[in-house]
């Protein structure tokens, strides 16, 4: 019990959010961009969304990210596309210019 309190003393702020809201450091950067400005989400829709950017990072990193794929014009539009298709599943909040500002804020974050 000791050990886990000073493990939880070491943690700093961004491991305790990443661990309170049960994604990967990768997977809250995304959720992040996806996220701020901060936005007026339900409970449910920022569950939809931090499902969405698992979901994301899954299938780019199963799909697209492969070996030199910014090298290639036909793999860096694949993953542009990819991104688009996953962000596509975001709430009817976001707005369609927000949808585009996020599509390319993610395609730069992950580039």
Request: proline content about 2%; charged content about 40%; overall charge negative.
């Amino acid at each position: 019990f000791r050990e886990l309190i000073q493990f939880a003393q070491t943690l700093g702020d961004e491991d305790k959010r990443r661990i309170a809201e049960s994604l990967s450091e990768e997977e809250l950067a995304i959720f992040d961009l996806l996220t701020q400005p901060k936005l007026d989400l339900t409970e449910k829709e920022e569950q939809d969304v931090k499902q969405i950017a698992k979901d994301l990072l899954e299938a780019l990193k199963r799909e697209k990210l492969v070996l030199d794929w910014r090298k290639r014009q036909q793999t860096k539009a694949a993953v542009e596309v990819m991104i688009k298709d996953v962000l596509d599943k975001l709430p009817d909040r976001y707005s369609i210019e927000a949808y585009e500002q996020k599509c390319r804020e993610i395609y730069q974050h992950i580039y």
